[in-house]
C-alpha cells in the first residue's frame, strides 16, 4: 500500500517567493494534517482537515500561509510571501479518523534563503 | 505547563539494557495515547499505541498507561545501537487534534 505521499522533497528558494507544498493521504484515510518541524520548536500542528473540511487552524502561524483541500486525495501547504524563518521541515500525515494514529508522509525540506 | 512533556535527554543506555522513556500529560479528558520512532533526517513513525491503563506489550517494546497519573512510559528491552533515535510522546486530547511531545533523545551504546 502506498503510504503519505509528499512533494517535493526538497525546496529552496529565495525571501519572498510563493512556496507550494502537496500531499496525497494514504486512500480511504478521512483525516489529513500538517505539521512542522524545527529543532527550536518541535512539531507543531499547523491545521488539520476532517471529511476535506479544515477544523483547526489555528496552529497557522499567520496569514502569509493558506491550506486547502479541494478532494480526499490531495491537499497543498502555501506560503506566499515566504520569509527565512519559514525554514524548516514541513510533514503531512494522514489517518482513519483524528482519534487513530497518523502515518507520516517522509516531509518536506524547505530552505527560505 | 506543556500539554505533553518529555525530558528531552539524550538517555544513554549499553546495548542490552532496559530503555525507560517517560511522558507526562496534561489534558485528563485524553484517551490515545501513542509512541513514534524518529530516525535523525527521517518522518515519525508509529511503534505503539495504547487506549487503557495497564501494560501493552509488542516485541521489545511495552507501553505503560496510568490515567491517574497522567503518565504513560515505553520500555525497549534488550535496547540495540539501531534502536538509537528520538521517542515522540503523542497524546490525543479528545476534544482537538494529536499532541506532540517534544521527543527524547535516545542513545544506545555498542
Known amino acids: 500500500d502506498a503510504g503519505v505521499i509528499q512533494s517535493p522533497r526538497h525546496e529552496v528558494t529565495e525571501m519572498g517567493q510563493e512556496v507550494t507544498l502537496r500531499c496525497k493521504p494514504i486512500?480511504?484515510?478521512?483525516?489529513l494534517f500538517w505539521y512542522r518541524q524545527t529543532m527550536m520548536r518541535g512539531l507543531e500542528l499547523l491545521i488539520y482537515?476532517?471529511?476535506?473540511?479544515?477544523?483547526?487552524d489555528s496552529g497557522m502561524p499567520e496569514d502569509r500561509f493558506s491550506a486547502k483541500m479541494p478532494n480526499a486525495s490531495f491537499s497543498t501547504l502555501k506560503i506566499q510571501p515566504s520569509e527565512p524563518r519559514d525554514s524548516a521541515v514541513y510533514f503531512c500525515a494522514s489517518s482513519l479518523d483524528r482519534n487513530q494514529p497518523q502515518h507520516f508522509g517522509d516531509g518536506t525540506r524547505l530552505s527560505i534563503l | 505547563q506543556k500539554e505533553v512533556e518529555q525530558n528531552s535527554g539524550p538517555l544513554s543506555v549499553p546495548e542490552g539494557a532496559i530503555a525507560s522513556l517517560n511522558c507526562t500529560y496534561s489534558d485528563r479528558g485524553s484517551q490515545s495515547f501513542f509512541w513514534y520512532r524518529q530516525y535523525s533526517g527521517k518522518s515519525p513513525e508509529l511503534i505503539m499505541s495504547i487506549y487503557s491503563n495497564g501494560d501493552k506489550e509488542d516485541g521489545r517494546f511495552t507501553a505503560q498507561l496510568n490515567k491517574a497519573s497522567q503518565y504513560v512510559s515505553l520500555l525497549i528491552r534488550d535496547s540495540q545501537p539501531s534502536d538509537s533515535a528520538t521517542y515522540l510522546c503523542?497524546?490525543?486530547?479528545?476534544?482537538?487534534?494529536?499532541?506532540f511531545g517534544s521527543g527524547t533523545r535516545l542513545q544506545v551504546q555498542p
Open positions: 482537515f476532517n471529511n476535506n473540511v479544515p477544523i483547526d
Open positions: 503523542a497524546v490525543n486530547p479528545g476534544r482537538r487534534a494529536l499532541t
Open positions: 486512500s480511504g484515510h478521512n483525516s
